[in-house]
């Protein structure tokens, strides 16, 4: 059933469907314009699409047709649809204005607008009804909620002063079930002093993987917003082979100075990914795969890839090194699948049970080589040893895919992509279809 009034609150993230049924998309935020003389009036919703490129589209409220507590329902015309970009008169409830400082007119209390209603009347507008507003407390105990309220619009006054804004929590709440991935488009949709908000509010663990989901160039625009100590704590916790790609992008006085203030193991193992060429097995690489030895069982190496901060991709094996086991390790010895692990008893010895087939690349293995090996073998991590025949890291495939796809393939469709000339892949495609055919 549909309703005539909703907080904003509660669509964040709400299913969106088409009128025969099938969804289309989830709602992440609504778009409003002020007024001068009025509540903000509604001109719709953004959109993100369902499938991989997860665009963001705007849809007016003239083509939504119901909104519940569980779904919206829109009429649908891909041909109308178009990517979201919002111009200067726009403001997104979610990303703009929850969070935002107010003052009450008739007592000069300031509060804080934690949600807003959106409203339909008699004419099919839609426009902002009610704030509810988080005011500050009025006795000295620091027990239960602070006071809140609800107010109209023009009992207010909005606090445009930056200075005066209290933290993003309720972007980030609302985007808090986001994959790393998803959650980096919508901070890059937003105006970048509110990005970098957000960005202040974030935890370094999760800014660590939203990071590692952006363009360079964005993640430079992050880094050189936080302070050093901090843009360091962040770095620690990326993916070493992300850190470096990270790192070598900034100047020289800068790249040493966060290097020095980074754990020692993290900074050795950026600085080491640093000496190689980005086109060459050893640019590509990340130095933290599992390693046992070979007397390690089948059980113990099981429990390592159960590790809540393994990737899915470094998840697939575990590789067998004589002593020490952490990069540069001793002599490389071969690797054991997961699915092989899961066919042998738990006491079974982890050498004994060796992959001989896949050979390691070297450091200096071109990029369209390693493609080539992984094609070869259908493999998802690729080992990578050195001169001595040290195991030093691992290649996996998602990291071959950001470095071979174009930088625009977030944004843009595969159609799109194709009919640009954007995807130039034509000697790492035909080397995997090769390898297929060779079959």
Known sequence: MSVSKVFVARLANTPVFDPDGDRVGRCRDVIVNYRSEHSPHVNGILVELTGATRRSVFVSMESVSSIGSAQLIVEWDESELHPFEQRGEEVRVLADLLDRSVTVRSTGVRGVIEDVSIEEDDAGEWSIG????????????????????????????????????????QFLTAHSEMEPSD??????????????????????????????????????????????????????????????????????????????????????DVRMLLEFEPNTAGGLMTTDPIIVSADATVAEALVLI?????????????????????????????????QRLLRYPPHERVGAILDKRTEPVHTDTTDVEVVRSLARYDLVALPVVDDEDRLVGVITVDDVLDHILPDDWRTVSAEESLETGAIMLPDTTTIAVQERRRR
């Open 306 to 338: 159960r590790r809540q901060e393994i990737s899915a991709a470094l998840a697939t094996a575990v590789f067998v090194t004589a002593s020490p086991y952490e990069c540069p390790t001793g002599r490389y010895l071969g690797l054991v699948h997961f």
């Open 130 to 169: 009610q704030l509810y507003l988080r005011l500050p407390r009025t006795t000295k105990t620091f027990f239960g909620k602070p006071p809140s309220a609800y107010m109209t619009w023009a009992e207010v006054e909005l606090d445009l002063d930056p200075e005066g804004d209290t933290p993003a929590t």
């Open 183 to 268: 959650l980096a488009d919508a901070l890059l949709e937003l105006p970048e002093e509110r990005m970098l908000e957000v960005v202040e509010e974030m935890p370094d663990e999760r800014l660590a993987d939203v990071l590692e989901e952006m363009y360079e160039d964005d993640q430079v625009v992050i880094i050189e917003h936080l302070d050093e100590e901090r843009a360091a704590d962040v770095l620690d916790r990326m993916q070493p082979d992300d850190a470096a790609d990270l790192v070598a992008r900034l100047d020289d006085e800068k790249s040493e100075s966060l290097l020095g203030l980074m754990e020692p193991e993290e900074a050795e």
